[in-house]
């Protein structure tokens, strides 16, 4: 499972693109209680909102596609940042904003929550430094180009926030330049793995399907027969331009693409203390996940005995696998669930809910399904009208045999269903968006990390079941049974991530880790194996729950008997999702570790 990022969605992560007009971010965007007997702001403070404010203008008049991400639609129709002279002048942009941050503001003088959002904010520069100038998946990866083609468009057609003629005005807009992105990408691309060509390869069939159908089907409502004319024209445009960039996948990129896609253990530790605040040493996090690993492969087998006593614990699992819902009701059995687990948590005091909309169940949208079982798209924090959020899961593949179709329909049986729309929605990603809107800091609503995040997400799958949700007895271990196996699948992420990108592992080694050590079926381990080659960092889900776990014990004894596990979930959602350790500084009242730049 992974939180949808918007193109991080474009990454990950889990650094939320946040966006905004050449004007301030609008009014409405603020909690009404925002302006309510507000402190007056030290010289400091004034100075570090004047700085974020500035940035935020500056960015997003350089990433129109953030802006449309974030919910402010002025640049909706633009779309720039994939030119060589653009990235130059971007990085070059960060640099200056990194340098001149310490000079505008003195941290020294600013409060906890204010002091958070400084270190965030100088390490966000920073981590982005990294990927332009250090990872460069604009150079690395062809995915990259699909992924802004795709997410261009997408991104005006998946809300409502404007109506349909307007928002087909500007994905015309947009899809004139696009075939600019596929030519630039030639020129790019420097001897990629072989493995990501081939992913690209895949991916490209979502994309022309985007193009080719999810489009027009979308603004078919439209009656403007000039507008009508001018899509199709630039559709044209497009499918060709997506055609000439599969032939040159496959028949001139992929018969040299022989890189590799380690990133290496300087860039991996620079990637961890910039976007999660972690320092430890490669060494000790990759014991800690074998160890962790062992630990709940021993519970793995206790619970299977249980079950089925005698009985291979490998086996057991599997046959579990094979209660599932028939792949055309995959969304509506998904949604049956929701209700559920929401009440449990209102009925068990177990965090508040801030709102009464629901999240809405959908089918993963095609591009974005090589890589994805199960995703939360989130409205942007600015985003006025169009605020509703999709939960999306999977369907298989039309094209794919019946045994790849059971194999994929495993992950979705009915004790695995509701632990992932625990972590996706209740009291997981939906709740903590919910919480997040209510924030007033601009640096805290618009990024995050992703050990806090999907650490989150995985935290609450356990939580849920310690708390009693699913009852006793057989069921209770069924469902137990799946929530050890999804917290392996994580364990294995951990492991390999740091190994594929530290330690020399392999593609076929790492297919062989969730196989042999999270058991999984081949299908799901290779997608597994094949997003850690491009996802270094997919260790936060088991980082971050570690991390919220150890955070927990330490809430219990500093509040003693004023704990409650609803204060503390409340307290920790309520900040956003910054790194666990600015979490704990602002959670216990304690001062944060120096920053990464310190």
């Not at 089925?308 to 949604?335: F, I, N, Q, W």
């Amino acid at each position: 499972m992974n939180a949808l990022r918007p193109t991080s969605i474009l990454a990950a992560l889990l650094l939320l693109s946040p966006g905004c007009t050449t004007t301030r971010p609008p009014a409405q965007a603020e909690s009404p209680a925002a302006h309510a007997a507000t402190p007056a702001l030290s010289p400091a403070q004034v100075a570090l909102r004047a700085f974020v404010d500035a940035h935020l203008e500056e960015h997003f008049r350089r990433s129109p596609m953030s802006a449309t991400s974030a919910g402010i639609h002025a640049h909706d129709g633009e779309l720039r940042g994939f030119r060589a002279e653009e990235r130059a002048s971007n990085l070059a942009y960060l640099k200056e904003q990194l340098a001149a941050l310490p000079k505008a503001v003195d941290r020294g003088a600013l409060p906890p929550e204010d002091r958070a959002d400084y270190d965030i904010l100088e390490n966000h520069f920073r981590a982005r430094i990294l990927d332009q100038e250090v990872v460069r998946s604009w150079e690395r990866n062809p995915n990259t180009y699909l992924g802004f083609a795709s997410g261009a468009v997408f991104q005006l057609i998946n809300r409502d926030f404007a109506p349909l003629e307007e928002r087909m005005h500007s994905a015309v807009k947009r899809m004139a330049v696009v075939p600019e992105v596929f030519a630039a990408a030639p020129a790019n691309l420097q001897n990629p793995p072989k493995l990501w060509t081939e992913i690209a390869l895949e991916q490209a069939k979502g994309t022309r399907a985007l193009y080719a159908q999810t489009l027009p089907q979308a603004f078919a409502p439209v009656k403007d027969a000039a507008l009508q004319a001018a899509f199709q024209k630039e559709q044209a445009r497009c499918l060709e331009a997506i055609d000439g960039y599969i032939r040159f996948l496959k028949d001139d990129l992929l018969p040299r693409s022989n890189g590799a896609f380690a990133i290496g253990e300087e860039t991996y530790r620079k990637k961890l203390q910039y976007e999660e605040g972690v320092t430890e040493s490669i060494d000790s996090l990759l014991a800690w996940g074998r160890s962790e690993m062992k630990r709940t492969q021993a519970q793995f087998r206790e619970v299977a005995g249980r079950i089925a006593p005698g009985k291979a614990p490998m086996d057991v699992y599997r046959e579990l696998g094979k209660e599932h819902p028939a792949p055309a009701e995959l969304v509506s059995t998904t949604t049956a669930t929701l209700e559920d687990i929401r009440q449990f948590l209102i009925d068990h005091h177990i965090i508040t809910v801030p709102s009464e909309v629901r999240a809405r169940v959908a089918e993963t949208p095609a591009f974005n399904r090589a890589l994805s079982f199960a995703s939360m798209s989130t409205a942007g924090p600015f985003e006025a009208k169009a605020t509703e959020a999709y939960y999306y899961v999977t369907p298989p593949d039309p094209t794919w045999s019946a045994e790849q179709t059971t194999q994929h329909m495993s992950f979705y049986n009915r004790y695995a269903l509701p632990l992932v729309s625990i972590h996706e929605a209740y009291p997981g990603h939906y709740v903590q968006f919910l919480w997040t809107h209510r924030i007033q800091s601009k640096v805290r609503r618009l990024f995050g990390s992703g050990s806090f995040a999907e650490g989150w997400g995985l935290y609450t799958e356990q939580m849920m079941l310690d708390e009693g949700y699913g009852g006793a007895g057989p069921q209770a271990d069924r469902l137990r049974l799946n929530q050890l196996a999804l917290y392996l699948q994580r364990l294995a992420r951990y492991v390999a991530g740091l190994s594929l990108h530290t330690r020399g592992m392999t593609y076929d080694q790492a297919v062989r880790l969730f196989e042999e050590e999270a058991y999984m079926t081949r299908i799901n381990a290779e997608r597994e194996a094949r997003r850690g080659t491009s996802d270094p960092t997919y260790l936060v889900y088991a980082l971050g729950k570690k991390m919220l776990m150890e955070l927990r014990e330490e809430a219990k004894v500093k509040w003693g008997k004023d704990f409650t596990l609803q204060r503390f979930h409340d307290a920790v959602v309520s900040h956003g999702y910054p790194p666990v350790p600015i979490v704990r500084q602002l959670l216990l009242g304690e001062d944060a570790a120096p920053s990464a730049s310190r």
